[in-house]
């Protein structure tokens, strides 16, 4: 049986490719997974701890490790035949589809946590999983981090570069026509970025107008409010453009996973 996590990568996978593609086939299968876990609370409570355990955020070790071992009970304290029969039933709307093994081992030591009886010869082996979840969910001391190569005076034109470098890392498995579009953004002119930057942020703006003027729960309609108040705050700065263009892309992702 395929872990939980590798599981929920794959359905995320699947809906960033259906996004860029434009395919709603996968959209729609993605739907078949939101609609699963709000209706098997154990599901939807397994989904949360994961998202803890993956999501930086803490300055401390201390604050991490405790956050971790509670988020552990909380795992061992679910129905665990009701896990893998809901786990299951994740697993089959799959089908055919590759699974996504890109974090196999952070669940591994997910798991390890979960199912491992604490013994004296077991301890060394929890704590290296407890330090190794610790290290994914602490903080970075600053939030950009430079590279060797970065903290030297480099032109402006190779620190660009580098950028656009692993930008195309990022989105290394998109298709071909989506790749040549995100070529021409990042070596384009000035004058054609800000569009291309303008006009995503007026598409995720009409994608949450549009949620907005359906009925939502005001949970969700909170939400889509304050990501579109972040999004009117952002404004075009050639500078950060890299990082910018990316963050409003995965916001406007996040959105259109909400439909």
């Known amino acids: 049986m395929e872990n939980f996590g590798t599981i929920k990568d794959t359905f995320n996978n699947i809906l960033a490719e259906s996004i860029i593609k434009k395919n709603k086939k996968g959209q729609k299968l993605f739907g078949s997974f939101l609609k699963l876990l709000k209706e098997n609370k154990i599901l939807k409570t397994q989904y949360y701890i994961y998202k803890n355990l993956q999501t930086p955020k803490f300055n401390n070790s201390v604050d991490a490790k405790f956050f971790i071992k509670e988020n552990i009970n909380l795992l061992k304290e679910l129905n665990q035949e009701k896990i893998r029969i809901g786990n299951k039933k994740l697993l089959s709307l799959l089908k055919n589809q590759d699974i996504v093994k890109e974090n196999a081992e952070l669940y591994d030591h997910i798991n390890i946590l979960v199912s491992t009886e604490k013994t004296p010869s077991s301890l060394g082996s929890l704590q290296k999983s407890i330090n190794f979840i610790k290290d994914n969910i602490l903080k970075e001391e600053e939030i950009k981090e430079e590279s060797e190569y970065e903290k030297v005076d480099l032109p402006p034109s190779v620190l660009t570069k580098m ?17 040549k579009i995100i070529k021409a953004v990042l070596n384009g002119t000035d004058k054609d970025k800000k569009e291309v930057y303008n006009t995503l942020k007026t598409e995720c703006i009409d994608l949450i107008d549009n949620r907005l003027n359906e009925e939502i729960d005001l949970d969700l309609k909170d939400k889509m409010l304050k990501v579109k108040d972040k999004i009117l705050r952002m404004s075009y700065d050639p500078g950060e453009y890299v990082k910018n263009i990316d963050k409003v892309y995965e916001l406007k992702k996040s959105v259109a996973a909400e439909e």
Do not use: G, H, M
């Open 163 to 179: 950028a656009v470098n692993r930008f195309n890392l990022r989105y290394k498995d998109s298709d071909e026509e989506e790749k």
